[in-house]
Structure formats: C-alpha cells, structure tokens
C-alpha cells in the first residue's frame, strides 16, 4: 500500500458520485445488454460505490444505449446503504421513474442558450417551464433531486461562459428544492484557477459537486482545485468511459480509478477498493472490445 501524502486545506473524505452505468455507456457505440449492466452495477457496489446513477429514463430514440431502463432496474440486486438515483428528463421521463420505485433522480440543465436549444430544444429561460413540474412532483412524492448543469466552463458554439450565468442557472435549481448541484465541464475546457472562480461565486459550496471531463488532461487538477474550494463530491466514470452524444469535443469523463488514486495518495477517505474497480474497469474494457483509457488501470492491469 502506498504511503499518502497529505494537503493542508482538504476534506478528510469525498464521495465518488459514479456514473458510468448511464453517462458513461450512454455514449458507447456499442449497446450493452441490461443482465450486464446490472453485473456492472454490481460490480461497483461491491467495489464500495455509495451511489451509482444506474440509467436514464430519456426517450430511446435520443439515446438506444439506454432504450432498457426499465429491464435494468427490475435486475438490480439493491444493496442496502447504496443509491441508485436515475437522470430524468421530463415529466415523462419521471412517471416512469415512479412507476418503479426510484427513490433519486438528477435533471439536466443548460449553462448556455445554443446547448439548451441542441440538448433540450429549449431557451436557457424556457428550460426552466420543463425542470420545475419535475422537481416539484418529485419532492412531493418523496424522492430526492439532483441537478445537473452543463457547459459551465465552455460552449463549443459559444466559447467561453460567463461565470454569472453558471451561478444564475444554478441557483435556480438549487432554489427549486434539489439537494445538489453538479458543475458539469462538458467540453473539458476549465483549468484550476476558472474552478476555483466558479465555485467561490456560489455561496453553498456544501451543495456543490464537479463533473469533469478530461479532454485536455486537466481533470485531476481541476478536481484538486475543487476541492480546495470546499467541493466534497466528485463524479467520475468507470475507467473513463463516456462524453456526451449531443456534443462532438466532449470527450471522456473523469476516470473514477485516476481520481481514487489521487485521493487515496493525498490521504482522503472514499471507501473505494481500488484493485476492485481496476478489476471492473479491465472486465468491461473486454466486453466493449477497447482498451480502457483510465492511466490507471492501464498501469495497474500490466500488473
């Protein structure tokens, strides 16, 4: 075991948001069947994963890779003190959700005017007249909110997007009731000091998570930086899987076992099995026909 080596300034433990099982397959060419998926999942809790977004209730035809929510969850074998909140689009999306019992969910919101029109056919206003019915009806039957926004670093239609805007959207959200916010970089543009702007231009940073994408290698930093301001939790992905199929320059998220190497060496706590996940990440890269492109796993699975 590697001795860590400790920050001054850091939380003493953070919570991997894990979204491989939807953002992650959502954008393989490949689709992978639901008793896989649910092994997926599995697999993940079984690594120590406390929450893991287990699909997405969108329309198939926006995204096929994830056409069998409903089969996958009927599959997964539910282990006690582990989350498995579900993206929800609309208020369709979250009928769905409540017919079977899902008891998180996330929405997904814009930072920008042109990826709300591409993403959500929708103004950066009018996104708004969609995401509070299901906020609203959500909070009422008991099931918890999870926002996410995206594009708040960099547009690829509209280059760089003003810090102001990002804190409007997404104080708005927060204000409807979700109990997190997820600060998506989309694109992968943010460096560390844009990180640090952003997040101490919100006043909750204890409801504040990141979502980083790592297409110009700047995802760790920008993580350090996070969690320098005060974010606790951070998404990542199963050996780096994932972009987004409604943005081209979107490349692969931050990978879960490249961050846990990093948290684990500066001595933060995440309840992660690290040979587990690099197990995982090696079993999936074999059934997507790819290597994984987690430095991680491709150091640690050379043995």
């Known amino acids: 075991m590697r001795r860590p ?11 991997v948001y894990e979204v491989g099982p939807r953002d992650g397959l959502q954008n393989e060419p490949v689709t992978v069947p639901a008793e896989v998926k649910a092994e997926f999942i599995s697999r993940l809790a079984d690594a120590g994963h406390k929450v893991i977004e287990a699909t997405s209730f969108v329309h198939p035809r926006w995204v096929p890779q994830l056409a069998d929510a409903e089969e996958l969850l009927g599959r997964l074998d539910r282990r006690p003190g582990v989350r498995y909140p579900v993206l929800v689009p609309n208020e369709r999306g979250l009928d769905r959700a409540l017919a079977h019992g899902v008891a998180e969910i996330a929405v997904f919101a814009s930072a920008t005017e042109t990826f709300a029109a591409k993403n959500l056919n929708r103004s950066l206003e009018s996104q708004f007249d969609m995401f509070e019915p299901v906020v609203a ?19 690829p239609w509209e280059g760089p997007t003003p810090v102001s805007q990002v804190v409007s959207v997404g104080r708005r959200l927060l204000g409807l009731g979700c109990y997190e916010l997820s600060l998506g970089d989309t694109i992968g543009v943010a460096t560390p000091g844009h990180v640090t702007e952003l997040i101490e ?3 909750a940073t204890d409801r504040l998570a990141v979502h980083f994408h790592d297409t110009y290698g700047q995802a760790l930093a920008n993580t350090l930086a996070a969690l320098q301001a005060g974010v606790t939790t951070v998404d990542a992905s199963t050996g780096g899987i994932g972009g987004c199929p409604y943005a081209e320059s979107a490349t692969g998220n931050l990978a879960t076992e490249d961050l846990v190497w990093m948290l684990h060496g500066l001595g933060i706590e995440t309840g992660l099995d690290l040979d ?28």
């Open 201 to 203: 231009a919100f006043d």
């Open 137 to 155: 009806r959500a909070l009422e039957a008991g099931v918890r909110v999870r926002a996410y926004v995206s594009m708040c670093f960099g547009d």
């Open 5 to 15: 080596y400790p920050m001054e300034g850091l939380p003493q433990h953070v919570t």
């Open 276 to 303: 587990r996940l690099v197990a995982t990440s090696t079993w999936l890269a074999g059934l997507l026909g790819r290597p994984s492109p987690s430095r991680v796993v491709q150091a640690l699975s050379k043995g």
